[in-house]
T-cell receptor, first 111, second 120 residues
Framework: KQEVTQIPAALSVPEGENLVLNCSFTDSAIYNLQWFRQDPGKGLTSLLL?????REQTSGRLNASLDKSSGRSTLYIAASQPGDSATYLCAVRKAGNQFYFGTGTSLTVIP | GAVVSQHPSRVICKSGTSVKIECRSLDFQATTMFWYRQFPKQSLMLMATSNEGSKATYEQGVEKDKFLINHASLTLSTLTVTSAHPEDSSFYIC????????????????FGPGTRLTVL
């Protein structure tokens, strides 16, 4: 069974810092990996989707990498802002419809 | 961009009643819709997958007679929690995947804003 782990569970950084969130998964046979943002009491916002054949994706200040063979993905946030404060979830998808979510990293950016 | 809506956003009901949650794709045809549940401080868990016009596929441990899913059209799926009990209180999120006009399709799941269910 696929297990997805996110480290750290919580992170607090001063505004302007660059930071890295980590996601690891036990089964490398994935179809794609997606990073999401969840604000308190709200649904998910998709940030970046990386196909299994890709190594990274970039959107604005966000960069996500994927190393399928080692079962790792990172989400890099450059020049963090207070508005980036949220819970960040990674999810891996196996062929078919099954998604496996991590438990998330709660990020607080201090002004 | 693709938008998925859910209604209601929040519902409080008495134990034993049934609650229906709607999930709509507003600007694309959702050939596949997913229903997730999230308990406090836990991650999202997939409950079921539904393809338009066919029966939903439920994940292990999810009672199909309790969580009725209907995906009658390419833009609407409903989740009905029958005879709800306090342990069903949770955050329910739907997502959709499908195709856009012009023939393009997307592998990305677009998520709704979620429905907070509280059963008293």
């Amino acid at each position: 069974k696929q297990e997805v782990t996110q480290i750290p569970a919580a992170l607090s950084v001063p505004e302007g810092e660059n930071l890295v969130l980590n996601c690891s998964f036990t089964d490398s046979a994935i179809y794609n990996l997606q990073w999401f943002r969840q604000d308190p009491g709200k649904g998910l916002t998709s940030l970046l989707l990386i196909q299994s054949s890709q190594r990274e994706q970039t959107s604005g200040r966000l960069n996500a990498s994927l190393d399928k063979s080692s079962g790792r993905s990172t989400l890099y946030i450059a020049a963090s802002q207070p508005g980036d404060s949220a819970t960040y979830l990674c999810a891996v998808r196996k062929a078919g419809n099954q998604f496996y979510f991590g438990t998330g990293t709660s990020l607080t950016v201090i002004p | 961009g693709a938008v998925v809506s859910q209604h209601p956003s929040r519902v409080i009901c008495k134990s034993g009643t049934s609650v229906k949650i709607e999930c709509r794709s507003l600007d694309f045809q959702a050939t596949t819709m997913f229903w997730y549940r999230q308990f406090p401080k836990q991650s999202l868990m997939l409950m079921a997958t539904s393809n338009e016009g066919s029966k939903a596929t439920y994940e292990q441990g999810v009672e199909k007679d309790k969580f009725l899913i209907n995906h009658a059209s390419l833009t609407l799926s409903t989740l009905t929690v029958t005879s709800a009990h306090p342990e069903d209180s949770s955050f329910y999120i739907c997502s959709a995947r499908g195709g856009f006009s012009g023939g393009t399709s997307t592998d990305t799941q677009y998520f709704g804003p979620g429905t907070r269910l509280t059963v008293l």
